[in-house]
């Protein structure tokens, strides 16, 4: 029996996109909104849809995706992420085309923790030499 919703999570700094991907549309839905009014057009045309566009599954399958934390380019980066491991899962032939373009790769870059005895991760206090 052919499964008929693929789940995926994909994650970027503290943002985690849970995915589920079903047959239909092209639909994606983030948080119970449009990814449109949810994200802006911008993040929608370059980062959503380059998953499908790499496999061309473009407008094969709807997207419900539910993000947590980290900023709106962190959730569009993970949402991507979540989605290129939910096409794997449909179909192991998509692998080649996603990892050659980047889309299976956890990008591992996280934010330096505040050292003490300083203003940020880097960043020191002004000295005063009076």
């Known amino acids: ?70 900023g709106k380019s962190a959730q569009v980066d993970a949402l991507c992420h979540g989605i290129s491991k939910a096409l794997l899962e449909t179909n192991p032939e998509n692998r080649l085309p996603l990892k050659q373009s980047g889309l299976l790769t956890r990008d591992p870059r996280m934010k330096e923790r505040k050292k003490y005895g300083q203003k940020g991760a880097r960043a020191k206090f002004q000295f005063s030499k009076r």
């Open 1 to 70: 029996m052919a499964q008929d919703r693929f789940y995926a999570t994909g994650k970027r700094k503290n943002a985690i996109a849970r995915v589920w991907i079903t047959a239909g549309t092209g639909k994606v839905i983030v948080n119970k909104m449009d990814a449109d009014s949810y994200f802006g057009r911008i993040f929608k045309e370059q980062r959503i849809v380059k998953p499908f566009k790499v496999t061309d599954t473009a407008e094969q399958y709807d997207v419900i995706a539910t993000l947590k934390g980290g």
